[in-house]
């Protein structure tokens, strides 16, 4: 079952193992990236880089996934998109506390939080961003 599937405010553990999943693999792939356009001078500084984003990430990721799931179920809101917000601004933060800026931190708890909420609420009205519109 994917993320969608899963009740919001239940499944809290599966949701942010899937939430973590995805952050993984975005920090992998971001990390594949900024290692070609940027190269290290070792081996070692490349694993070294890959490792801190790929755990930043996935850190982000379950950061996400929990907060998200804990806000539905400590709410009683399952379904309202402030939860996402909540957690895109939980993970936004800890991205702040782990570059130690206040700005970045700010900046990420607005930027991730109201990405997710308009995820949230596109999904809910079933928003499209391809194929032809629906008339």
């Known amino acids: 079952m994917g993320y969608w599937e899963l009740e919001e ?8 193992w899937i939430t973590t999943k995805l ?3 975005v920090g992998l792939v971001g990390s594949a990236y900024h290692i070609l356009a940027f190269q290290p001078d070792t081996a070692a500084e490349a694993l070294t880089r890959a490792a801190n984003a790929t755990a930043t990430m996935a850190t982000m990721g379950a ?8 806000s539905a179920h400590a709410r009683d809101a399952p379904d309202d998109p402030t939860n996402y917000l909540i957690g895109g601004c ?3 933060a800890f991205l702040g506390a782990r570059t130690h800026s206040a700005m970045t931190g700010t900046t990420a708890c607005l930027g991730l939080g109201v ?9 809910m009205e079933g928003w499209r961003l391809s194929g032809p519109p629906k008339l």
């Open 9 to 16: 405010g239940k499944d809290c553990v599966e949701k942010t």
């Open 63 to 70: 950061i996400f996934g929990m907060a998200t799931c804990l």
């Open 90 to 92: 939980a993970a936004g």
């Open 23 to 25: 952050g993984t693999a």
């Open 115 to 123: 990405a997710a909420w308009l995820t949230k609420v596109g999904k």
